[in-house]
């Protein structure tokens, strides 16, 4: 088994183990074993979904699907790896790609696209083959950054009103208006964007536009851009799993829109995928939980705890991540 | 630790002068108004709210100076109970306030000073918990309302550990379990982890609540003591909650900084 690593670990295994080890136990972490199944996604959840029976969705009095409680997520934690891989250490289990289209399970970045990603993941510095000497950036997660979409990648709660669709997650909201409202001009930028929510028959749509660019995809340097947008797609299959699709365009940097794919289960209704669920009791000093703290989303407070991860990962000499600008 | 003088003072100068606690908070708000009620009958306090004050800046009394708009108190009785160490506590965290506000690192800023930032927060109602998603941070506070009580301590969580009851039409949270490092506005004004926040939110027309809150704190203050402020319904047609991710701004500003002192002293 393997359990979710607190966002601010990937600070620390980029250091050395020394500090690591002296840095004590941490409630609620594990690692990967090399022998771990590889975890599916959406390679084996396109072909789950095809074989699955017209659903008929319980309803809001105001007709539209009941997607309300919480559900699980995919990724999220700051370790994520986007596309197909074999085990590469103990953060980084085997996993199948997140890309349902193109058939490849790879980001179709433009060539300067491709050659601007793996400069990035050269100089990661987490110890990987392929690395170049140099330092250059670490994920925005590593900094207790949350933006669009590790959010949606991550556990959350959904909760419907007439007109907005409201997603509560660990360290983070979205209140999605799905009242036909108006956006904002595209030079106001977003680390989560502007989202603007619809009903296409029972799939709740979401465009995300206005974001600035300064996310990743996972923790490798997937990354966009501010010209970049993208649109969910939420979906009840059965009583206890959300279809979720992501679909990213942006032609500055990729050669055709392309499109991520995975279920959000229910806690304890099907195989986890990272991470199941929303974190409790993950405060270093929380004493042992109790029954009725269970299902409670207890403070997590990333940033405010990770003055020494910081801290390393500026004196290492990473640069902070400004965005990319592609060519004309 | 920073405040143990002040923790050997204190044990002997709180049992002295602990008081019981009248007041604003106790009182409620009687109010001829009727609100509009959720399906179990509690007012329905949903919506996007903001305090309109300076009590951010300052809790008490105040003149303006560069960029700080000079205001009243909102706390009972003006001015803040402090115990002789900790005003003069107080009076030094007002003079390097600039470097040691905790909201200049971008920290969660605690209950009840994230209500009275100049930022809108939203509540969402449910049976068995009320959701506060603020737009400093997008911070969430879960206020459970299912009869659990707190957990056990000690716990420093930043933003305390809420449990919530209705007290006729008012919301009435108590929120315990707090660390020592937030400030209560930018003007030094401070707590310890023995801090024991009371809130109330009571509504008193269709776009105002009533926020009432008593703090007690017997290692810091010779007696509980409250304050108040109205809260204001947002109007705009489309209000929505954006997004202020303080601490990616500070990093963004601070990385290449040589000057900065923001890595250093871990």
């Keep these: 088994m393997s359990y979710r690593l607190p966002a601010a670990v990937p600070a620390l295994v980029l250091i050395p183990c020394a500090f690591l080890l002296t840095s004590g136990p941490v409630v609620g972490q594990g690692f990967w074993r090399e022998d771990a199944p590889k975890i599916p996604m959406a390679p084996t959840w396109v072909a789950e979904k095809a074989e699955?029976?017209?659903?008929?969705?319980?309803?809001?009095?105001d007709g539209v699907p009941d997607l309300q409680g919480f559900w699980g997520g995919a990724g999220g934690d700051g370790l994520s790896y986007l596309e197909d891989h074999e085990f590469v250490d103990v953060t980084t289990p085997a996993q199948e790609t997140f890309i349902s289209d193109p058939p490849d399970g790879k980001v179709p970045y433009t060539p300067w696209g491709l050659a601007k990603r793996n400069e990035i993941l050269a100089g990661l510095g987490r110890g990987w083959p392929g690395e170049s000497p140099e330092r250059l950036y670490s994920s925005p997660a590593a900094y207790c950054q949350y933006f669009m979409p590790r959010f949606s990648f991550s556990a959350l709660e959904i909760i419907q009103r007439p007109g907005?669709?409201?997603?509560?997650?660990?360290?983070?909201?979205?209140?999605?208006?799905?009242?036909?409202?108006?956006?904002?001009?595209?030079?106001?930028?977003?680390?989560?964007g502007v989202s603007r929510g619809r009903w296409e028959g029972d799939t709740l749509v979401v465009e995300v536009r206005n974001l600035n660019g300064l996310g990743w995809f996972d923790s490798t340097g997937q990354f966009y851009t501010e010209n970049t947008r993208m649109t969910e797609r939420f979906r009840l299959v059965d009583a206890d799993t959300i279809d979720y699709e992501i679909t990213i365009e942006d032609p500055t940097v990729y050669t055709r829109p392309w499109t991520m794919s995975f279920p959000r289960r229910r806690p304890g209704t099907g195989p986890n995928l990272r991470r199941s669920r929303l974190p409790s009791a993950v405060a270093i000093n929380a004493p042992p939980v109790e029954d009725p703290y269970e299902n409670e989303v207890w403070e997590e407070a990333c940033y405010e705890g990770n003055g020494e991860g910081r801290a390393a990962l500026h004196a290492l000499g990473y640069e902070w991540f400004r965005g990319v600008t592609p060519p004309e | 630790m920073r405040y143990r003088t002040g923790r050997l003072l204190l044990g002997v100068t709180a049992i002295c002068t602990f008081a019981p606690t009248p007041g604003l908070g106790q009182t409620g708000a009687p109010s001829a108004y009727e609100p509009p009620r959720t399906s179990d009958g509690h007012p329905n306090l949903e919506g996007i709210w903001q305090a309109l004050n300076t009590a951010a800046w300052d809790l008490e009394d105040h003149s303006a100076s560069l960029g700080v708009p000079a205001g009243l108190s909102v706390v009972e009785g003006g001015a803040i109970p402090y115990q002789d160490w900790a005003l003069e506590k107080k009076q030094a965290n007002f003079e390097h306030r600039t470097t040691l506000d905790p909201e200049a690192q971008c920290y969660l800023p605690g209950v009840p000073r994230i209500t009275y930032m100049p930022y809108p927060f939203q509540i969402i109602q449910q049976a068995d918990k009320i959701s506060i998603a603020y737009e400093y941070l997008r911070t969430v506070r879960f206020i459970h309302m299912n009869g659990v009580p707190h957990p056990p301590g000690p716990i420093d969580w930043w933003m305390g550990d809420s449990r919530g009851h209705w007290e006729g039409d008012t919301l009435v949270v108590d929120v315990v379990h707090f660390n020592d490092q937030t400030w209560l506005d930018r003007a030094g004004n401070f707590h310890s982890a023995a801090l024991h926040v009371v809130e109330r939110y009571t509504p008193t027309g269709p776009d105002h609540l009533l926020y009432e809150v008593t703090i007690e704190d017997p290692e810091v203050f010779t007696r509980p003591w409250t304050m108040s402020m109205p809260l204001y319904r947002h109007q705009e047609a489309h209000s929505e909650l954006l997004e202020y991710q303080c601490s990616s701004y500070l990093l963004e500003q601070e990385w290449d900084n040589p000057a900065s002192t923001l890595f250093e002293g871990h």
């Design chain 1, 52 to 61: 699955l029976p017209p659903y008929d969705p319980p309803r809001t009095p």
């Design chain 1, 164 to 192: 907005a669709v409201i997603m509560l997650g660990d360290e983070g909201h979205r209140v999605i208006p799905t009242d036909e409202r108006p956006s904002f001009d595209d030079s106001a930028k977003f680390w989560f």
